[in-house]
């Protein structure tokens, strides 16, 4: 539920543009799946950012998740929805273990479909 549908819907809910119902219905389900998922993040994020402030790691949230709550109207309504964190180098091992300690694993890149 990626591009421009959870805006679409959202646009929709509050009467700023209008659609078939049939489409219209399709693009509500597109806004609720963003918002769950941006529910998700920021309530997953949360305590790993806790963890990191409590051992001392500086961590800076950028992009995504703070463009979905300053930029689009709602947080859902963000075309592609995740965390990117900054970590300066010298804390990658205590922010690595931090993500480990919330059950995180490195993916190897290699394997992803792209």
């Not at 790993?48 to 001392?56: G, K, T, W, Y």
């Not at 109207?73 to 273990?97: E, T, W």
């Amino acid at each position: 539920m990626t591009g421009l549908g959870p805006l679409l819907g959202h646009w929709i809910t509050r009467g700023e543009v209008r659609a078939d119902p049939a489409v219209a219905a399709v693009l509500a389900d597109h806004l609720a799946h963003g918002e769950r998922r941006a529910a998700r993040i920021t309530t997953s994020l949360r305590p790993i950012l806790h963890a990191l402030h409590e051992r001392h790691v500086p961590a800076v949230v950028l992009k995504g998740l703070h463009t979905g709550h300053v930029y689009f109207p709602v947080p859902g309504a963000r075309p592609f929805q995740d965390a990117d964190l900054y970590v300066p180098a010298p804390h990658l091992p205590a922010a690595q273990a931090v993500l480990a300690d919330a059950g995180l694993r490195p993916v190897d890149e290699r394997a992803l479909p792209y």
